[in-house]
Nanobody, 119 residues
Framework: QVQLVESGGGLVQPGGSLRLACAAS????????MGWYRQAPGKQREWVAD???????NYEDSVKGRFTISRDNTKNTVYVQMNSLKPEDTAVYYC?????????????WGQGTQVTVSS
């Protein structure tokens, strides 16, 4: 049973920083990719960033240059460092892990952590 546990959310002022962590129950190399999604009130969940098994990282345009995704293989943990936060970054952030098979993609999700950017 795959478990993803997020931590690090909270309230921060505009321009501030937060680091979210996602601890996986097994090795991060079990997954083809891990990443972060977010969902703001009244909006659909949207992809934010991911890191592939190879180490390649990808970012949604609005967070490029402000967010950095990384992983610590020894701790089976993926992080996202969020700098220069804006009120529009306010959302529940979800950790995601994906496994690819021949005919399907298996997605796993964490429980979510609230990030609020407000003065």
């Amino acid at each position: 049973q795959v478990q993803l546990v997020e931590s690090g959310g909270g309230l921060v002022q505009p321009g501030g920083s937060l680091r979210l962590a996602c601890a996986a129950s097994g090795s991060v190399f079990n997954f083809n990719a891990m990443g972060w999604y977010r969902q703001a009130p009244g909006k659909q969940r949207e992809w934010v960033a991911d890191i592939l098994r190879s180490g390649i990282t990808n970012y949604e345009d609005s967070v490029k240059g402000r967010f950095t995704i990384s992983r610590d293989n020894t701790k089976n943990t993926v992080y996202v460092q969020m700098n220069s936060l804006k009120p529009e970054d306010t959302a529940v952030y979800y950790c995601n892990a994906r496994m690819y098979s021949t005919n399907a993609v298996q997605n796993y999700w964490g429980q979510g952590t609230q990030v609020t950017v407000s003065s």
